[in-house]
T-cell receptor
Framework: RKEVEQDPGPFNVPEGATVAFNCTYS??????FFWYRQDCRKEPKLLMS???SGNEDGRFTAQLNRASQYISLLIRDSKLSDSATYLC???????????FGDGTTLTVKP | NAGVTQTPKFRVLKTGQSMTLLCAQD?????MYWYRQDPGMGLRLIHY???????AKGEVPDGYNVSRLKKQNFLLGLESAAPSQTSVYFC?????????????FGAGTRLSVL
């Protein structure tokens, strides 16, 4: 079993739709969690950190469920520019130990 | 706003050739990382460094060596390239774990080994 697992998709949604991605992790000692966005042939960039209480940034909402060991990302009112691959990242307790999921691909269509 | 700079951006090697990828960061970060990304997959950690003069193995270290002689630079070496090392290589850096270890990435090096 992979340490971090994501549904690879692809998710194809119309503009304005709401879409949610889940990510599960296996190490219960994991300490911090993030969603990164990666555009085609580009480097990953931080989208948002994920906090235990849940957090929102505009149309994006991230949540963490430590008991079930998963994090989620909700995108409301999808835009064409949201089309990208979304990477779940889980940091372990040891320095330098970041594990990336394989990514979920989202395509938003007109 | 240079951030993390990788050189070269593209390279084609023949099997058995050697090369060094350079990563430079200007954010005074302690931690630096080398990842590889194969098509349709996430990033896999090759080696990382928690400070100048220190390096450690990641998930897929075989066939690679690294050095961190200066805090701002992290070098990745391929001594004898193999076709299996064809990939996109990303360097990243981050500050102390205290602030949650957000990683900042370079633009990547696309390497083909023939």
């Amino acid at each position: 079993r992979k340490e971090v697992e994501q549904d690879p998709g692809p998710f194809n949604v119309p503009e304005g739709a709401t879409v949610a991605f889940n990510c599960t992790y296996s190490n219960s000692a994991s300490q911090s969690f993030f969603w990164y966005r990666q555009d085609c042939r580009k480097e990953p960039k931080l989208l948002m950190s994920v906090y235990s209480s849940g957090n929102e940034d505009g149309r994006f909402t991230a949540q963490l469920n430590r008991a079930s060991q998963y994090i989620s990302l909700l995108i409301r009112d999808s835009k064409l520019s949201d089309s990208a691959t979304y990477l779940c990242v889980v940091n372990g307790p040891n320095a330098g130990k970041s594990t990336f999921g394989d990514g979920t691909t989202l395509t938003v269509k007109p | 706003n240079a951030g993390v700079t990788q050189t070269p951006k593209f390279r084609v090697l023949k099997t058995g050739q050697s090369m060094t990828l350079l990563c430079a960061q200007d954010m005074n970060h302690e931690y630096m990382y080398w990842y590889r990304q194969d098509p349709g997959m996430g990033l896999r950690l090759i080696h990382y460094s928690v400070g100048e003069g220190t390096t450690a193995k990641g998930e897929v270290p075989d066939g690679y060596n690294v050095s961190r002689l200066k805090k701002q630079n992290f070098l990745l070496g391929l001594e004898s390239a193999a076709p299996s090392q064809t990939s996109v290589y990303f360097c990243a850096s981050s500050s102390s774990m205290v602030v949650g270890n957000i990683q900042y990435f370079g633009a990547g090096t696309r390497l083909s080994v023939l």
